[in-house]
């Protein structure tokens, strides 16, 4: 009977941890999406209360877009980085045989 409680205690432990692991993994991605946003928002207010043009809203407009622009574009090149990697170690973790060819790997880089 001792064990068996035992064994209960271990399982509960257990699963209690990976919740908990997954609970703090979400509130640390919650955590960076709102730190994203709170960047994003300042440097709009920032850049719109720029002196050169607070008066004119052709210029606030072309300064955001242009802003908006390059924030696009390093978040696209930042996610193609990240689903090269997460592709090359699916592809690693899906081999059977140890014997694979690195140059098959999309962004594999040898340590």
Do not use: W
């Amino acid at each position: 009977m001792d064990k068996e409680l035992k064994r209960i205690q271990f399982n509960y432990d257990k699963n209690r941890k990976k919740k908990m692991t997954v609970q703090i993994h979400n509130l640390v991605n919650y955590i960076s999406g709102s730190r994203a946003i709170e960047t994003f928002c300042s440097e709009i207010i920032r850049m719109t209360n720029n002196p050169y043009i607070k008066d004119d809203p052709e210029a606030i407009l072309l300064n955001l877009k242009d802003y908006c622009n390059e924030r696009l574009k390093f978040a696209v090149d930042e996610k193609t980085k990240a689903y090269t990697e997460l592709s090359a170690i699916r592809k690693i973790l899906n081999m059977k045989d140890d014997n694979f060819n690195e140059e098959e790997l999309p962004g594999f880089k040898p340590l």
